[in-house]
């Protein structure tokens, strides 16, 4: 059974850094492309980065320039790593395998990693 498995949240001061990893079991990236959510309280899940197939990565606006998101060469593992953090980045960080950055495109999640920036 495929699983997806989120870790490296964490609470850290405003403008720290953290690195998150994002493990599918029984299955690689590789076919797929995958992404990176959040999602904050009483707030919807929202899209933060991606990197398709081929490699090419994208990210949402209120995080460019700040967060890189990049992938194994075996494709088994994405990672997500997050500089000059912000009281605002504070969410649950959920990371799938899948297309494009509407939710809606992807249908296997984890648990999702805490992330909490002190200000």
């Known amino acids: 059974q495929v699983q997806v498995v989120e870790s490296g949240g964490g609470v850290v001061q405003a403008g720290g850094s953290l690195r998150l990893s994002c493990v599918a079991s029984?299955?690689?990236?590789?076919?797929?492309?995958a992404a990176w959510f959040r999602q904050a309280p009483g707030k919807e899940r929202e899209f933060v980065a991606r990197i398709t197939w081929g490699g090419n990565t994208y990210y949402d606006d209120s995080v460019k320039g700040r967060f890189t998101i990049s992938r194994d060469n075996a494709k088994t593992t994405v990672y997500l790593q997050m500089n000059s953090l912000k009281p605002e980045d504070t969410a649950v960080y959920y990371c799938?395998?899948?297309?494009?950055?509407?939710?809606?495109?992807?249908?296997?999640w984890g648990q999702g990693t805490q992330v909490t920036v002190s200000s």
């Open positions: 799938a395998p899948g297309r494009g950055a509407d939710v809606a495109g992807y249908n296997l």
């Open positions: 029984g299955r690689t990236f590789s076919s797929l492309g």
